[in-house]
T-cell receptor
Framework: RKEVEQDPGPFNVPEGATVAFNCTYSNSASQSFFWYRQDCRKEPKLLMS???SGNEDGRFTAQLNRASQYISLLIRDSKLSDSATYLC????????????FGTGTLLAVQP | DVKVTQSSRYLVKRTGEKVFLECVQDMDHENMFWYRQDPGLGLRLIYFSYDVKMKEKGDIPEGYSVSREKKERFSLILESASTNQTSMYLCASTADSYYGYTFGSGTRLTVV
């Protein structure tokens, strides 16, 4: 089983739509989680950190289900500028004190 | 804000050349990382360092070495560049992985 699994997409949605991405992780000892956004040919940038059951920042909501080892990212009222790849990134637990990067989900918001 | 600076955005090198990729961070972070990113494979960890003069192999260290002589600088070295090392190279740093990493803007290396 992969350490982090994401649907690669692409998710093609119209402007204004609500879209959700799912991510599963294999290390039950992971204590913190991140969503990074990566634009084409650019570096990943931290979008949101999740330390408890979830986090909300404007149009973005992340939810964590530790029992199912599942994280989601919800984007409301999608904008053209939200088009990017979204990386699910748990912090490896135990001796693996490093971030584990998923391969990302591609979002394309259409006008 | 933390700034992580990679010395080159684009590099073209010939097969067999020794290549140095430099990364400098300005926030006194102990932890620094080198990744490569290829389409469909995501970010793969090459080497990392938790302190000056300390280095640890990541998942794909073959063909690479690193140097950390000063806390702010972490260099990736391709001893003899090969075409399969054509990739996007990303440097990252953090004071504590619990809070995530900050990435440099990346170096797109082409080996011909």
């Amino acid at each position: 089983r992969k350490e982090v699994e994401q649907d690669p997409g692409p998710f093609n949605v119209p402007e204004g739509a609500t879209v959700a991405f799912n991510c599963t992780y294999s290390n039950s000892a992971s204590q913190s989680f991140f969503w990074y956004r990566q634009d084409c040919r650019k570096e990943p940038k931290l979008l949101m950190s999740v330390y408890s059951s979830g986090n909300e920042d404007g149009r973005f909501t992340a939810q964590l289900n530790r029992a199912s080892q599942y994280i989601s990212l919800l984007i409301r009222d999608s904008k053209l500028s939200d088009s990017a790849t979204y990386l699910c990134v748990p912090l490896g637990g135990g001796a693996t004190n490093k971030l584990i990067f998923g391969t990302g989900t591609l979002l394309a918001v259409q006008p | 804000d933390v700034k992580v600076t990679q010395s080159s955005r684009y590099l073209v090198k010939r097969t067999g050349e020794k290549v140095f990729l430099e990364c400098v961070q300005d926030m006194d972070h102990e932890n620094m990382f080198w990744y490569r990113q290829d389409p469909g494979l995501g970010l793969r960890l090459i080497y990392f360092s938790y302190d000056v003069k300390m280095k640890e192999k990541g998942d794909i260290p073959e063909g690479y070495s690193v140097s950390r002589e000063k806390k702010e600088r972490f260099s990736l070295i391709l001893e003899s560049a090969s075409t399969n090392q054509t990739s996007m190279y990303l440097c990252a740093s953090t004071a504590d992985s619990y809070y995530g990493y900050t990435f440099g803007s990346g170096t797109r290396l082409t080996v011909v």
